[in-house]
């Protein structure tokens, strides 16, 4: 079964600076990645989705993430963040092929203060 | 708008009220989710329901219950719930149980027992 550890659980950046944020996952098999945002009061919304081919995935809103299957991580990262980046984003790990479910992260909490 | 709408957005009701939560989706999805996230816990997954069937009931307790009619709705019927049953229930769907695409969430019922 697979199991997703995100390492930070809260990430406080100013307005500009660049942000990473961890992922890094278990899995006997090939895996889907996906990064997941979360603002207040709302669901959860797609960033961005690692299936295969190239190991730099580009998202919506500016953030990449990056595939590393020696380490199996797969961290979110922006060159510059925004006040409305501000939200709680989820990492997510599927088994290739199987009948795996979404298994997610506990999340990181990204405050971005002026 | 996401694709997949929860309603109601706020529910606040008694340990001894019978409610209904109601998620719904035209995406033509196949797979329905129940999601419960609490302050400070991760995403607990509840119920999966595949082609209208049950397959996943994660230990969640008799007082809620889920019921899919169709293939684009999923309820979860709450009775006799307990304060600690307060939090955002989400709803979310995907084309199939494993999914390249990610998993539709809606904005979730934000639920309070007094």
């Known amino acids: 079964a697979q199991s997703v550890t995100q390492l930070d659980s809260q990430v406080p950046v100013f307005e500009e600076a660049p942000v990473e944020l961890r992922c890094n996952y278990s899995?006997?098999?090939?895996?889907?990645l996906f990064w997941y945002v979360q603002y207040p009061n709302q669901g959860l919304q797609l960033l961005l989705k690692?299936?295969?081919?190239?190991?730099l995935v580009k998202g919506i809103n500016g953030f990449e993430a990056e595939f590393n299957k020696s380490q199996t991580s797969f961290h979110l990262r922006k060159p510059s963040v925004h006040i409305s980046d501000t939200a709680e984003y989820f990492c997510?790990?599927?088994?290739?092929?199987?009948?795996?479910?979404?298994?997610f992260g506990k999340g990181t909490k990204l405050t971005v203060n002026p | 708008e996401t694709g997949v709408t929860q309603t109601p957005r706020h529910l606040v009701m008694g340990m001894t009220n019978k409610k209904s939560l109601k998620c719904e989706q035209h995406?033509?999805?196949?797979?329905m989710y129940w999601y419960k996230q609490s302050a400070k816990k991760p995403l607990e997954l509840m119920f999966v329901?595949?082609?209208?069937?049950?397959?996943e009931n994660n230990s969640v307790p008799s007082r809620f219950s889920p019921e899919c009619p169709n293939s684009s709705h999923l309820f979860l019927h709450l009775h006799t719930l307990q304060p600690e049953d307060s939090a955002l229930y989400l709803c979310?769907?995907?084309?199939?149980?494993?999914?390249?695409?990610?998993?539709?969430f809606g904005s979730g019922t934000r639920l309070t027992v007094v």
């Open positions: 899995s006997s098999v090939s895996v889907y």
């Open positions: 997510a790990v599927s088994d290739k092929g199987g009948s795996e479910k979404l298994v």
């Open positions: 995406l033509g999805h196949n797979a």
């Open positions: 979310a769907s995907s084309q199939d149980l494993v999914d390249s695409y990610g998993y539709t």
């Open positions: 329901y595949s082609l209208e069937e049950r397959v």
């Open positions: 690692y299936l295969s081919g190239s190991t």
